[in-house]
């Protein structure tokens, strides 16, 4: 079956960047997912990439996808506090009428 | 439009007690779902409905019961509330199965 997988916790200083992992192992991926979730509250999409993309930047927000290796990751330039949160990726494979997601990464960003 | 909303935000239970969780959404989503969330274990799919008058398993659906009532509300049931259904309960709804999900604020349940 579908497994996602990230490290648990990163911690960067106010202004450098962030940049979050994740594996998956089903190739049939055809979304690939960023969700945010602030303390106390229900996770927001940040952002997705087709399977059939390599890079995708949405300003601060920088998303590669390496399907020969089934690796994603999510990289946050310039990383303020308010970008404290969990973050999880998800994939969402052919012919599945849902989306798998990971553990989630705790980003911590100290001042 | 309020996306999605759940009732309650915050429930104690005792043990054996029975309750439901309700959820409802006003973006004329095809697929809603519940999710679990615990500390280390990430979010977990309990129940999911990819269409009005479908139900499925998820990864944990062992305790659970779920009802799409009709295309706005998706209600997840306790028949008899266990020690190890303390979580936080998310619902989410989607316009299928590839879309984004769009999550509610959450529940917080304790089960003593």
């Known amino acids: 079956g579908e497994d996602v997988e990230q490290s648990l916790f990163l911690s960067v200083r106010e202004g450098d960047s962030s940049v979050i992992n994740c594996t998956y192992t089903d190739s049939s991926s055809t979304y690939l997912y960023w969700y945010k979730q602030e303390p106390g509250a229900g996770l927001q999409l940040l952002t997705y990439?087709?399977?059939?993309?390599d890079m995708k930047q949405d300003q601060r927000l920088t998303v590669l996808l390496n399907k020969k290796d089934k690796h994603l990751s999510l990289r946050i330039a310039d990383t303020q506090t308010g970008d404290s949160a969990i973050y999880f990726c998800?994939?969402?494979?052919?012919?599945?009428?849902?989306?798998?997601f990971g553990d989630g990464t705790t980003l911590t960003v100290k001042p | 439009n309020a996306g999605v909303t759940q009732t309650p935000k915050f429930q104690v239970l005792k043990t054996g007690q029975s309750m439901t969780l309700q959820c409802a959404q006003d973006m004329n989503h095809n697929s809603m779902y519940w999710y679990r969330q615990d500390p280390g274990m990430g979010l977990r799919l309990i129940y999911y409905s990819a269409s009005e008058g479908t139900t499925d398993k998820g990864e944990v659906p062992n305790g659970y019961n779920v009802s799409r009532l009709n295309k706005r509300e998706f209600s997840l049931r306790l028949e008899s509330a266990a020690p190890s259904q303390t979580s936080v309960y998310f619902c989410a709804s989607s316009e299928g199965g590839w879309a984004e999900q769009f999550f509610g604020p959450g529940t917080r349940l304790t089960v003593l």
């Open positions: 990439i087709f399977s059939n993309m």
């Open positions: 998800a994939e969402k494979c052919t012919n599945a009428g849902k989306s798998t």
